[in-house]
């Protein structure tokens, strides 16, 4: 399948399943994804999170249940309630409430205008208006050492927790310690990783600030307490420079890449950990450099 089939496939999987408990790993699944990758994709290029869609659809559904039934086959709200995913009445009619701006029982009244959000389409758009800098390099296995931080990917949490980790770790100093622990040879700085680990259930994923893992016990002895071990598998990366201030620059880059570079090329996400390789000097310059690394694999 090509890009726009996998999508389509994700939006079928869900739209069938409305009513019942949705896996978020099983519609991953059926667009031929990893839940990380997915994830990342679905909400850059629909605008929404899969959760924000499905809580809408749900909602929707429910609107036109209620404003089509007559008075002798009236759904009851607390099924509606029970489809849409709500464990009460009274939180679904506030979450009704809050979308519409009327309540269950209004919506049933003739005449209630309702707003509804339909079901999403995909299309590939080709952009040539600016060219995508990118470059495709091959790298061994990296030992890495870390601060680890749990990220929720719910409604965009992580995109708020991750600049708050980084001025938290800055703060503490752990920053001075990697780099003063970092192997003299390096040439990866401190990166962020985002590990592919992502959980199904509660939409988290490890997020590391991390450096080349030191190679002598005196340099492991400057690290902060709290870093872990971990290894980046062998890899295909796709390098994506950027250019200018953080944050704007790399987060304008990373919505490019999802919605741009991956439905217009020959490559597809490999699953593994994402990168961002940062290098030294003013991160608030009009011409700070960093990049971002992930693995891909070519198309079938």
Known sequence: M???ERMEASIDYIERNLGSNLDYGRIAASANCSLFHFLRMFEVVAGVTVGEYVRRRRLSLAALALS??????RVRVIDLAAEAGYDSPDAFAK????EFG?????AREGGAKLRIWLRIGFSVV???DVPMEYRIEKKGAIAMTGLPLRANCTDGANLREIPAFWGECIAKGHMDALERAMPENSKLGVMGVCANDMDAKTQTFTYLIAIERPETEAARARLPSA???F??????WAIFPSRGPMLASIQALWQRIYSDWFPNSDYEHAGGHELEVYSEGDMQ???YYCEVWIPVKRTA
């Open 126 to 128: 080709l952009k040539g």
């Open 231 to 236: 290894v980046v598998p062998e890899a295909s």
């Open 102 to 106: 009327i309540t269950p029982s209004e």
């Open 68 to 73: 089509a039934g007559g008075e002798s086959d």
């Open 2 to 4: 090509n890009w726009q």
């Open 95 to 98: 979450a009704f409430k809050r």
């Open 285 to 287: 310059a009009a011409d």
């Open 227 to 229: 870093c872990v071990d």
